[in-house]
């Protein structure tokens, strides 16, 4: 497949799982009431919008890769930072820690191979290619948050809370 290809349909994806988060969201109105809970559903959000917004810059920056490195790696900045701000309050459960950890790590990765995108050769890969891997990662593991999120209808929040609380 073509990469710009790739990366036209990568983010129209993401960009319908965002709506699709929006109207599950719109469904649960004590999800946003509780600002922990509010947090949890943001970075569901950002799982999907920060992917499909690299996904638009690197169609953009196709030719001029300096465009799509500084995109990707400021966008990855932000991911990282707001996963670890809330992989910082989840207590309690295991299966999100890891997966948020795991989020970051990948956001990190990202980064990294924005800013030196020789790395990349020694896996036999193209930056690009390299960060539309790590990308689908990352959805990856936002689907697994969703299924959790809903599966548990948003009961790692509240475990948050009881363990808070002891």
Known sequence: MNIATFYALFSTTCFTLVGLWWNVVQKHDDWVCDPAQRRVVGGVYLSFLLPAVMGLFAQVGAGQPQIWRAAFVVL?????????????????????????????????????????PELAGHVGLRPIQ?????????????????????????????????????
């Open 130 to 166: 390299a960060e539309a891997l790590m990308l689908i990662a990352l959805v990856v593991l936002g689907h697994a948050l969703v299924w959790r999120f809903m599966v548990g209808e948003g009961r790692f929040v509240e475990e948050e809370h009881a363990a808070q609380a002891r």
């Open 76 to 116: 990855a900045v932000v991911g990282c930072a707001c996963t670890l701000r809330l992989l910082s309050r989840t207590r309690g459960d295991g299966f999100v820690a890891r997966h948020q950890a795991g989020a970051g790590l990948l956001y990190a990765l990202i980064a990294v191979v924005g800013a030196f």
